[in-house]
């Protein structure tokens, strides 16, 4: 099992950037997947970002592409999401998600069922 924790989250304002990350610690493997997604409220949770711990593979979502930026670090076992010109639909609570067991090579990086492990989420706000 791998435990995770996000940080990062707070308030802004629109047009603003923000950067959440992700530490990761337990069962830690090179070939794990690390994502993000969000939720807000009354909605699906939805993909934003992935990325490969030792390819460095990036995958998003059509709606963050140009402004977000995934990466890790690998040292400190941490994953980043910088987050630029952020909008009001961008306001969620932000979960990153381990894949440790490979399926989201076989079933994708946007699919939340291919992760194993979750954080407890960090809230962004993003004011008008």
């Known amino acids: 099992q791998v435990q995770l924790v996000e940080s990062g989250g707070g308030l802004v304002q629109t047009g603003d950037s923000l950067r959440l990350s992700c530490a990761a610690s337990?069962?830690?493997?090179?070939?794990?997947?690390i994502g993000w997604f969000r939720q807000a409220p009354g909605k699906e949770r939805e993909f934003v970002a992935a990325?490969?711990?030792?390819?460095?593979?990036?995958y998003y979502a059509d709606s963050v592409k140009g402004r977000f930026t995934i990466s890790r670090d690998n040292a400190k076992n941490t994953v980043y999401l910088q987050m630029n010109s952020l909008k009001p639909e961008d306001a969620a609570v932000y979960y990153c998600?381990?894949?440790?067991?490979?399926?989201?090579?076989?079933?994708?990086?946007?699919?939340?069922?291919?992760?194993?492990?979750w954080g407890q989420g960090t809230q962004v706000t993003v004011s008008s």
């Open positions: 998600a381990a894949d440790t067991y490979g399926r989201t090579g076989r079933y994708g990086s946007s699919r939340a069922t291919s992760y194993n492990d």
């Open positions: 337990g069962r830690t493997f090179s070939n794990n997947v």
């Open positions: 990325i490969g711990w030792s390819t460095g593979s990036r």
